[in-house]
C-alpha cells in the first residue's frame, strides 16, 4: 500500500479500528477460555464476545497488539512505513516521520513485529531445490573491547547465520542456457558450529523431500539422512556463481541493507533483522504487504516460541 491510498483509507483512529476488526472477523477469533472459534461482535462494546461461553475478547486481545496502549493508527502507520519501504527503516527515523515522543516505544513495536513476521514464515517449509550456506554478519561490539576480538571466522565480531534458497533450474529453449529461478528464503542464526544445529535446523525448515545443494562443511555430513537427496560441491568462485548463486546473492544484500539503514546491529536482536529482510523478500511480487502483515499480527501464534 502506498503512503497516499494509506491515507485516504484511514483517515482516522475509528477507520482503523473498523478495518482491523473486520480483518479478525474474516480470520477468525480464538475463545481464551474455551478455545471456541465461533464469535460475534457486540457494537455496543466493541468486542468479541464468544458464542459458547459469553467470555468477551477486545480487538487488541491475541494480537501483536496486546497490551499495547498505542492507539490503532500509530501501530498501522508502523506497518506502513515498515512494508512500504524496500530497504527497510529506522527506528530513529520512524519516530521522526510518525512524530512519536519516545524511541524506545516505537523501537519495541518494530520488534513485535519482527517476531510476527519471523513466525508467519517458520509456518512454512521450502521445497524442490535448495540451496544451502552459512554467512558470517558484523555484530555491535562495545568499543572498549574491539582491540582484544579476533577477526575473520569464529571471531565474536561476527554472527553465523545459516541461509537457504528455493531455486528452481530454467533452461532457455533457444540458446539452451541453464539459470535459476529463485522464490523463497530462509535465515536463521546458529548459536554454534555443531553438526547437530544444523540438522534439527534443515528438518524444521525444508520439505523431506527437498534436494539441497551445499559445500563440503563437515556440519554438513548427515545431511543426507533429512532430505530425499544432495549434491556437496567444493566452495570456490565457480561454486558461488552456479551452484549456490541465491545464497550468496541474499548475504550480499542484506548486509548492505543493515550497513545502509542501521549501521551496527545488536547480535541479540539480529535474527528479528533478518525476519523483516525475509519476510518483505519473500512478499517482493505482492500488491501490497501491509494487508499480509496485518492478517499476520492478528494471530496469536507470534506470542509462542513454538
Not at 482503523?16 to 474455551?34: A, S
Not at 508502523?78 to 521522526?96: N, P
Not at 521450502?126 to 574491539?146: A, N, R
Not at 537427496?229 to 541474499?250: D, E, F, P, R, Y
Amino acid at each position: 500500500m502506498k503512503i497516499l491510498e494509506f491515507v485516504s483509507k484511514f483517515s482516522d483512529e475509528q477507520s482503523c479500528k473498523e478495518y482491523f476488526r473486520d480483518i479478525r472477523m474474516k480470520e477468525g477469533v480464538v475463545c481464551k477460555k474455551c478455545g471456541c472459534k465461533k464469535h460475534y461482535w457486540l457494537l455496543s462494546k466493541w468486542q468479541f464476545q464468544c458464542s459458547k461461553c459469553n467470555f468477551r475478547t477486545t480487538l487488541k486481545s491475541g494480537t501483536v497488539m496486546e497490551n499495547s496502549r498505542l492507539p490503532f493508527r500509530t501501530w498501522s502507520l508502523v506497518m506502513l512505513f515498515m512494508t512500504t519501504t524496500k530497504k527497510g527503516i529506522s527506528a530513529c527515523e520512524l519516530q521522526r516521520q510518525i512524530g512519536h515522543k519516545r524511541y524506545m516505544t516505537v523501537w519495541s513495536v518494530m520488534h513485535r513485529l519482527r517476531i510476527v513476521m519471523g513466525k508467519r514464515d517458520d509456518l512454512y517449509q521450502l521445497s524442490d531445490m535448495i540451496e544451502f550456506d552459512e554467512g558470517y554478519f558484523e555484530k555491535q561490539v562495545p568499543e572498549h573491547t574491539k582491540s582484544n576480538l579476533k577477526r575473520g571466522r569464529g571471531s565474536e565480531r561476527q554472527v553465523n547465520v545459516a541461509v537457504m534458497a528455493e531455486s528452481t533450474p530454467l533452461e532457455n529453449l533457444k540458446s539452451g542456457k541453464i539459470s535459476n529461478h529463485c522464490r523463497f528464503f530462509k535465515m536463521k542464526v546458529l548459536k554454534s558450529h555443531m553438526a547437530t544445529e544444523i540438522e534439527s535446523l534443515i528438518k524444521d525448515s525444508l520439505d523431506s523431500k527437498a534436494i539441497v545443494f551445499f559445500d563440503k562443511s563437515t556440519s554438513y555430513f548427515n545431511i543426507e539422512n533429512y532430505v530425499e537427496g544432495h549434491l556437496a560441491v567444493k566452495s570456490n568462485k565457480q561454486t558461488t556463481i552456479v551452484m549456490l548463486k541465491w545464497v550468496h546473492i541474499a548475504i550480499s544484500n542484506a548486509k548492505r541493507n543493515f550497513l545502509g539503514v542501521y549501521h551496527k546491529i545488536n547480535g541479540e536482536y539480529l535474527q528479528n533483522y533478518l525476519d523483516e529482510f525475509v519476510y518483505k523478500l519473500n512478499r517482493r511480487y505482492f500488491k501490497s504487504i501491509f494487508e499480509r502483515l496485518v492478517v499476520a499480527s492478528v494471530y496469536p501464534y507470534w506470542q509462542t516460541n513454538e
